[in-house]
Every structure is written in structure tokens, then in C-alpha cells.
């Protein structure tokens, strides 16, 4: 049982400026809401992904870097669905619980988006239950001492990464020297300062990893790791687990598809 949002409780934003499509659906009957938003589809979405320079998070004073095309998309998904937050809470009260997931870069906007929305006032950090991605590309730099700084739990953010696929490492892998000055000199948007970025010069990395990893990893003869159809592969989890994960999974996938055929 859910409901629809009337127009008044959220701030329209014309479709086209959103480089990924998003969408919400609530559980009245148990008080929680749930926000996905899908992965790289379009041009837009890619250039989101590349632009990529370090600007500061919200506040200078949290000492938080984040990639910059997802920061502004985050934005301007937080615009939209801040007034749905905020009246979900106002009815549901204690018993309210916000989740929110994505995919690749979707996955990069919910984590930024649940720090946002905690941030901000819009949802206290005791209603925004869990975030969890898929296959997503970290974006903050200071992001596991910022969820210390807000009492968070490292489970707070879960990352759910096939073992061999490379998104999720994008941004979090070694970077060698002839990498860095590469990004230095490179033109136009695509030019980073890389002294400005911490994580260059303490981890050699451009975004440090934040939150609890899951891999995937496939075991010989244990099938295909890929699948012709909207879905993850779950191998080898523990039940609970493996239960978790397989309905976010037909959460997120569910509402996407309704969003799209609307």
C-alpha cells in the first residue's frame, strides 16, 4: 500500500536537467519511503560522471571533498524530493524510515544525497535508515570521517561491487604519478588540482572508499557472472544477506520501471 505525492509536497524540477531519472514509492503501512535513482543511461548522465574535479561538500568546516557533476546532480534530485522527506516524517513521525539506493552513478547520488538530506534538516539521521549501491564509483574524500563526525556507523552505506568490475574502483584506485600530472595539465573542465585533493596526496587515490563493501566474486563453475536482464548476481551470501540485497534489488528495479511507463 503506498500513495501518490501531491505536487505541493516537492520543488519540480524540469526533467531535463536531471542527468539520471529517479524515483520514489512509500509503505504507509509500515512507515517507509523508498528513493532509487538508475545509473548511466544518456549523454547527460556521462558527462555528470566526468566531471569529476573535487569542490567542497556543503560546509568548508566538515573538511569534505566531492566529485563535482555528482554534487550538482544530487542537488538538484534533493530540490525534488526534499518536501516528500520532510512530509513523510511529518506523518509517519518515529516510526518513519527513508532508504535510498542506486546504480554506477545513481548509487554515487544516493550516498550523497542521504548526507545531504541528514545535513540539512530535511530527515533526522535516525530516520534515514540505510543507503545501498550497486556497482557505484566513490565520490567523497573525507566521507568515512564525516559519517564519524555525524555518529554514523559505517554500515550506513553499503556498496554492493561485482568482483571485476571496474566503476567502483574509478575513482578509488591507485593513481600513479604520470596519472596526476596528467589530470594537472589536462584542459578545460578536465584539469584537477591535485595538490587541493588530500586523498592524492595521503592515499594516492582521487575518492577514498566510504562505508561497508560487498563483493561479488564468482567461483569456478558456480555460472555466468553476467545476466541478460535487469537484475545482480547474488552468489555465496549468507541468507540474511542474500535476502537484503535481493530486495533492494527488486525494490529499486520495480520502481524504475514504473517511473519510465508513466
Known amino acids: 500500500p503506498g500513495r501518490d505525492f501531491p505536487a505541493e509536497t516537492s520543488k519540480r524540477l524540469p526533467s531535463k536537467r536531471l542527468p539520471v531519472a529517479y524515483a520514489v514509492a512509500a509503505d504507509d503501512e509500515k512507515g517507509t519511503l523508498w528513493i532509487s535513482i538508475e545509473g548511466s543511461t544518456s549523454l547527460a548522465s556521462w558527462q555528470t560522471n566526468l566531471t569529476f574535479q573535487p569542490v567542497s561538500f556543503e560546509d568548508p568546516a566538515l573538511d569534505v571533498r566531492v566529485h563535482r557533476g555528482a554534487y550538482e546532480a544530487a542537488r538538484d534530485i534533493y530540490d525534488a524530493v526534499e518536501g516528500i522527506v520532510r512530509a513523510h516524517v511529518d506523518v509517519h513521525g518515529t516510526n518513519a524510515r527513508v532508504h535510498i539506493t542506486g546504480h554506477s552513478i545513481g548509487g554515487s547520488l544516493a550516498m550523497v544525497l542521504a548526507l545531504m538530506l541528514i545535513l540539512r534538516g530535511a530527515a533526522d539521521k535516525k530516520h534515514v535508515a540505510d543507503v545501498w549501491t550497486f556497482g557505484a564509483p566513490y565520490v567523497l574524500c573525507g566521507g568515512d570521517a564525516l559519517l564519524r563526525r555525524l555518529s554514523l556507523p ?109
Not at 589536462?186 to 563483493?215: C, I
Not at 561479488?216 to 558456480?222: F, I, N, V
Not at 541478460?228 to 520501471?257: G, N, Q
Open 154 to 262: 559505517r554500515s550506513f552505506i553499503k556498496s554492493v561491487a561485482m568482483g571485476k568490475d571496474i566503476v567502483p574502483r574509478s575513482f578509488s584506485c591507485y593513481y600513479p604519478a604520470w596519472a596526476r600530472r596528467a589530470l594537472e595539465m589536462a584542459p578545460g573542465s578536465l584539469k584537477v588540482d591535485v595538490l587541493a585533493q588530500k586523498s592524492f596526496l595521503e592515499e594516492e587515490m582521487f575518492y577514498s572508499p566510504v562505508g561497508d563493501m560487498f563483493l561479488l566474486q564468482a567461483m569456478h563453475g558456480s555460472g555466468a557472472i553476467m545476466v541478460l536482464r535487469p537484475a545482480v548476481w547474488l552468489p555465496r551470501l549468507t541468507t540474511p544477506l542474500r535476502k537484503t540485497c535481493a530486495r533492494v534489488c527488486f525494490s529499486a528495479r520495480s520502481m524504475i520501471i514504473a517511473q519510465r511507463t508513466r
